[in-house]
């Protein structure tokens, strides 16, 4: 199958056009919106199954290979085939680009949680069971607090990531900001909407991990007094 794409390198085919901006403000935005609702679902999707994982290879050093292994193959499986296997099951819907978002991000989020909570000093861990923390308790009390910046580091990959991602949903109709570059090469190679869904995804991305960043700083003030002292 061949194509024929039209670069018109005259003005009248410009990498950006606030023209082209204010005229289609609507659809820019609801292809945004969805963008980040889809974003946002998958890596929440994706925290709670990692997580609980991370913890469980923590506390059973066997599962620790099992359990990477499996997220690494999951994450090599190709967008295209996943797709392919998952619409007719699930249709081609939001449930569709979900599953393979979260089935990508779960690697990035296992592996750096992992790491945080390897990272919790031992005797800090003999402390507290001396102190006569169960296993549970230690977790919620210790570990995960500890473990936070990890945790926040896969989150923070997994987001950028995921943003990256989303737009190959547009193979099932829901792909936000992928609309507009998919849309872009359909209208004989129109550039501002392909350069306009570009830079929204990229601006997305950082201001999803500056505002996890925050977060992170927010939730962990002996990192940065650490940091500080270091």
Known sequence: ??????????????????????????????????????????????????????????????????????????????????????????????????????????????????????QVPAEVRDAAQGMGYGRFARLIRIDLPLALPGIFTGLRLATVSTVALVTVGVLVGHGGLGQLILGGFRNNFFKAEIMTGTILCVVLALILDLILAGLGRLLTPWARRRGAAG
């Open 1 to 118: 199958m061949s194509f024929r794409v039209i670069d018109r390198a005259d003005p009248g085919n410009p990498w950006f056009s606030w023209d082209y901006v204010q005229s289609n403000s609507e659809t820019i935005l609801a292809a945004l919106r969805e963008h980040t609702w889809l974003t946002a679902q998958a890596v929440l999707i994706a925290a709670l199954v990692a997580i609980p994982l991370a913890v469980l290879a923590y506390w059973f050093r066997p599962l620790t290979g099992p359990i990477l292994a499996l997220s690494g193959a999951l994450y090599t499986i190709p967008s295209l085939a996943l797709f392919a296997f998952a619409a007719p099951y699930l249709g081609t819907g939001t449930a569709t680009v979900l599953l393979g978002l979260v089935l990508y991000a779960l690697l990035l989020i296992i592996r750096n949680s992992l790491a945080g909570l390897n």
